[in-house]
């Protein structure tokens, strides 16, 4: 799991920025998101963005997807 401290302010910058660039929409205060064979769950409560990985492929570490998701953020 992925926990990402944001001010409500830097949350909202954050999901125009990744909806702007990848195409993921983090619509609400949580949800879930897909691409490229990865699907995560994701919730932002208590200026705490948590994500946790739900599917990915096989020939991919749960760390190297974090990894990843953590570079988006």
Sequence with gaps: ?????????QFKSKAAQIA????????????TIEKMGVKAAWIYE????????VDKPFF???????EQLKKLL
Aim: a negative charge; aromatic letters at 0%.
């Design 60 to 66: 991919m570490s749960e760390t190297m997807v974090e």
């Design 46 to 53: 208590n200026e705490l963005l948590k994500i946790t990985i």
């Design 20 to 31: 702007a660039q990848q195409g993921i929409h983090l619509v609400g205060h949580e949800g």
């Design 1 to 9: 799991m992925i926990e990402i401290p944001l001010s409500p302010e």
